[in-house]
């Protein structure tokens, strides 16, 4: 069964408006003006956000700022910035992290975090509810937060019911029976029109006929019923996928020093490959993330180029990361992630080393480190494709993914360097279908001592997407592999017919080894 944890900021541009603006109002201090945010609706002014003295005063969300004005002279104001709150909102998701990495954006103000089988890395769900929101009240964001079976049900005690709920697996139906019934996330309507047919409590509607309840307020009405008390299920939209694969260190003291990264790093990534290695599988990317005090995350990634779990070698590959890691006043927390998990079968390295080593042992490390220094994209195998059209004829696969089943043509050899567009030269042949007996290519002549050819090319018209001008005896080609005195090998190319309304053009393709 999910265990969900709600959380939620009221007032949150508020309280993102006073973290971006230390010296501005604050709470509590007498002097301090009340605060209000504004927003333009149709050529209105209105008020979007109040802080505590402006409500205390009357003001509220909505209003009309000359309004607003003229009851509290002294309201300071400021522009609302809903994009601040949302990236301010996005960066407290992905610090929740360190609690569970599933984590979910809760509407403008909330988060939800499915904190199912995580809650004992904190010594229980009480004891990490506590953790998390005392450390948002350091930072200057008041919360609140409960722990449901269902985000339904921990989305409505989080904001009516007590403050740091935790209600037993279960337990959901008696603990929501005394909220009102806007702890159901009902739309506007629907909120508004039970009460007037005396309906207050969501214990109220237990014993109703659902029929005459979704025929009167929708479908959606009791769909959210049934979400919060677990009758129906919702999903999650996580900002990062769901994975099993997890794993946390937390520390007693804050760390700092380079070698104190790198041993935790081993250590982190040594707790996750052991995880693989009991389950018998591996994973091809992984993830150590530093939290800071502050709450700031530095995550540093590895990846490999065929599935592993060989700790020392990934440990090999985050060090030399590290310095990109700025611990600040002092790393408190590291979580590590595993990605692209596949199954992977136990290998008895002993033997394996007696009979030789393999590509696990000499290649995948040479291509992991290669991959994690100049990235993913710029390491590459190229492969055979079948196409008559040699841009068309190759593909990038990972360095070591299996074979490919087609093969290249031994009877049409092809260039090591395939320029990647045809480039123009200007050719001299003795007979118009004969190869060129000298070219000029970036400026420099070339006179040919050997030609082998031609082989003709004609574009694959029966290609979708193949517009009708690319077709045609003007795109002919009639390629040469040519030598010329100082040894240099090529692959040039005349495109055309003669006799056509074009003259043929040279162009030069490709080079051989």
């Known amino acids: 069964m999910a265990r969900i944890l709600s959380v939620w900021c009221p007032n949150w541009p508020i309280t993102t408006w006073r973290r971006r603006n230390p010296d501005g109002a604050k709470p509590g201090e007498g002097s301090s003006p009340p605060l209000a945010l ?40 400021f522009d609302h910035d809903p994009a601040a709150d949302r990236a301010a909102l996005e960066a407290l998701c992905d610090w929740c992290v360190r609690f569970s990495p599933a984590v979910a954006i809760d509407g403008d103000d909330g988060l939800l975090l499915d904190i199912t089988g995580t809650d004992h890395l904190w010594g229980g769900e009480g004891a990490m509810l506590v953790d998390l929101v005392a450390r948002l009240a350091r930072w200057g964001v008041p919360a609140r937060a409960a722990i449901a079976d269902t985000a339904g049900a921990a989305w409505g005690l989080a904001r009516y019911g007590e403050d740091l709920a935790v209600v037993p697996p279960g337990g959901q139906r008696q603990a929501l029976a005394d909220l009102p019934v806007a702890a159901l996330r009902l739309d506007e309507a629907a909120e508004a029109q039970l009460p007037r047919l005396g309906l207050h409590r969501v214990g109220q509607l237990y014993g109703l006929p659902r029929a005459q309840l979704a025929k009167r307020f929708g479908l959606g ?40 990264l790198a041993r935790v790093s081993a250590d982190a990534l040594a707790l ?60 408190e927390v590291v979580t590590v992630h595993a990605a692209g998990v596949e199954p992977l079968a136990a290998v008895q390295s002993g033997l394996d080393k007696a009979a030789g080593a393999g590509l696990d042992e000499t290649l995948a490390p040479l291509i992991d480190r290669l991959v994690n220094r100049l990235g993913e994209a710029r390491v590459w195998r190229a492969d055979p494709y079948e196409s008559h059209v040699p841009e068309r004829a190759v593909v990038r696969a990972a360095p070591l993914d299996p074979p490919p089943v087609a093969a290249w043509d ?18 001299l042949a003795k007979v118009p279908d004969d190869p060129p007996v000298s070219f000029t290519w970036r400026g420099r002549s070339h006179r040919v001592r050997r030609a082998e050819g031609p082989e003709r090319i004609a574009q694959e018209w029966w290609r979708a997407g193949v517009a009708e001008g690319e077709t045609g005896p003007g795109k002919i080609r009639d390629y040469y592999r040519v030598e010329d005195e100082a040894g240099g090998r090529y692959w040039i190319f005349r495109q055309g017919l003669f006799g056509g309304e074009d003259a043929p053009k040279w162009w030069i393709h490709g080079l051989f080894g």
Do not use: M, N, Y
């Not at 927003?39 to 002014?45: I, K, L, M, P, Q």
């Not at 979007?48 to 005063?57: H, K, M, Q, T």
């Not at 320029?419 to 123009?424: S, T, V």
């Open 410 to 427: 031994p009877d049409l050899p092809r260039p090591v360097r395939l320029l990647k567009r045809p480039e123009a030269i200007t050719a």
């Open 38 to 77: 504004l927003v333009s609706e149709r050529g209105t002014r209105r008020l979007a956000a109040v802080d505590e003295r402006a409500r205390a005063l009357g003001l509220f969300p909505g209003q009309k700022a000359a309004d607003a004005l003229a009851l509290v002279p002294d309201l300071a104001t």
């Open 221 to 260: 009405f009791t769909t959210r019923l049934d979400q919060a008390l677990g009758a129906a299920a919702e999903a999650l939209t996580f900002r990062r996928p769901a994975s099993p694969w997890f794993d946390r260190l937390a520390f007693f003291e804050p760390i700092s020093a380079p070698e104190d």
């Open 272 to 331: 996750i490959c052991a995880r693989l290695e009991a389950e018998g599988r591996g994973a091809k990317r992984f993830e150590v993330v530093f939290h800071r005090l502050d709450g700031q995350a530095f995550p540093v990634r590895a990846g490999l180029a065929r599935i592993g779990r060989d700790a020392v070698r990934l440990t090999k590959l985050v060090v030399p990361k590290l310095d990109k890691v700025d611990p600040g006043f002092g790393i």
